[in-house]
């Protein structure tokens, strides 16, 4: 029987362990292997560091979930998105990335291109023309984030993609914030998926994890398998378990946080200086293809930009926690602009805002008496 993605979610694909039929995976913890008189090993694995047991059933999971061949979980998102930069290009290539997206990995992106000679342009990815006139004859990498991380810019994957493959070139995505439960970018001619799973896919905000995801066993694949392996980059044994634990809440937790967010999208919005920033919202630049390429939801993320100081508002906050990071259980509030440093692209009045599992109610009400 060929179940749904919720269901393969919540059952964690029959994930009950074959030695004592518990319904829940154990978690091995242990570094090393046996091997018997012969000095052959018991097992098929020698050493923990890239053949520990316990992330595979996370692994099997998150493959299915976004339909894709093979997954590997990172001991962080950073780990995982790097991984795919320094495994795919070599000196003298060239990337295409977003302008607006992740200011960490933009950071990393740019010193590590300079250190390694690969040429690296930053552009609108909502804008195909602008992709197009990106590319070149040594471009091995088109880098998407979609929605984009402050602004929420959505990036049409089936059309970049299309001239990204036309010019030669893979396609990886940060699905990160719309997770499988909205979109399935391997479908719509990704090559690869990236998550940071500390965020909707672990869900609790008690993981540090990444994720990559690949539709072919190639190639690329097996060296970003070889990074992983040799770089140590590996998930831990409690972590991957509490991933998997994660993940099989993900269709409740994502689908409930993005209904709350769209209509708290509009809520938030009719108030006095508030402009908010979401893509379900019809006024949204990107709402048509967002619209198209999204299903079941828009997701938890959205950000506002303010006429008062926006950190005037955080102090009166009581229900919004200020914190960094998204895609938890609590709903968080953060000026983005004073966590990236004076560099930082983010406007000073945009507040992001990770939209939890509160009443709709408590957190309208916090916000609206915080900006009154």
């Known amino acids: 029987m060929k179940y749904r993605p919720e269901t393969l979610a919540a059952k964690a694909i029959d994930a009950i362990d074959d030695a004592t039929g518990a319904i829940v995976p154990p978690i091995h913890l242990a570094t090393t292997y046996a091997r018997d008189a012969d000095y052959k090993l018991i097992g098929d694995r020698d050493y923990t560091r890239d053949k520990n047991p316990t992330p595979v059933a996370a692994e099997e999971l998150l493959a299915a979930l976004e339909r894709g061949a093979k997954a ?5 998102g950073m780990a995982a998105a790097t991984a795919v930069f320094r495994s795919v290009c070599k000196p003298g290539d060239h990337i295409v990335a977003p302008r607006v997206g992740y200011y960490a990995l933009r950071g990393w992106l740019e010193r590590w291109a300079a250190k390694w000679r690969v040429d690296v342009d930053l552009v609108d990815m909502t804008d195909l023309a602008a992709v197009r006139a990106a590319m070149r004859p040594t471009t091995r990498l088109v880098w998407i984030e979609t929605p984009a991380n402050p602004t929420w810019d959505v990036t049409d994957i089936a059309a970049v993609a299309a001239i990204a493959h036309g010019n030669g070139a893979l396609v990886a995505v940060d699905s990160t914030c719309a997770t499988p439960v909205h979109t399935r970018p391997l479908e719509l001619g990704a090559d690869l998926v990236m998550h940071s799973a500390t965020k909707y896919l672990a869900g609790h905000s008690d993981v540090l994890a990444g994720a990559v995801v690949t539709r072919n066993v190639d190639d690329t694949w097996r060296e970003i398998m070889t990074t992983r392996a040799t ?10 378990w509490l991933l998997l634990r994660g993940m099989r809440t993900l269709f409740v937790r994502v689908e409930r946080q993005s209904r709350t967010a769209l209509s708290l999208a509009s809520r938030l919005a009719a108030l006095p200086g508030v402009t908010v920033c979401y893509p379900g919202l019809p006024y949204h630049p990107q709402h048509a293809v967002a619209a198209r390429q999204m299903t079941g939801g828009f997701g938890g993320m959205m950000s506002v930009r303010l006429a008062k100081d926006p950190l005037e508002v955080v102090k009166k906050l009581r229900v919004w926690l200020p914190a960094t990071s998204l895609g938890g259980v609590e709903s968080l509030v953060e000026h983005r602009a004073s966590v990236e440093g004076p560099a930082s692209p983010t406007p000073r009045d945009l507040l ?18 915080a900006v009154s």
């Open 352 to 369: 992001r805002l990770s939209v939890g599992l509160e009443h709709e109610d408590d957190l309208f009400a916090d916000f609206a008496e």
């Open 72 to 76: 590997a979980v990172f001991s962080s």
């Open 231 to 240: 770089e140590g980059a590996v998930l831990g044994p409690v972590d991957a």
